[in-house]
């Protein structure tokens, strides 16, 4: 799944080379940290938050899809 959202961030924000993804593992939930430059924060969490929002629902879709029964979090950093 990292790889997926870490393909997501990545056509949003400019500066490629600060973004470090990682995650976090409890039980069935799954914590999913994207690290980024400061300057593409507002960028890929969007206006009103939609493009994060945007993000999340479809880490969740995806995960459905693979019948995946843990709950994923994104936080952006």
Not at 11 to 28: C, E, F, G, P, Y
Not at 45 to 60: C, E, P
Request: net charge positive; proline share 0%.
């Amino acid at each position: 799944m990292e790889n997926f959202v870490n393909f997501l961030v990545l056509s949003l924000v400019q500066n490629k080379d600060a973004v470090k993804i990682t995650s976090q593992i409890h039980d069935d939930e799954v914590t999913i940290v994207a690290k980024l430059d400061e300057q593409d924060v507002g960028r890929v969490i969007g206006k009103n938050g939609k493009n994060a929002q945007a993000i999340r629902i479809l880490v969740n879709a995806f995960a459905k899809q693979k019948q995946d029964s843990k709950k994923y979090t994104i936080k952006f950093e």
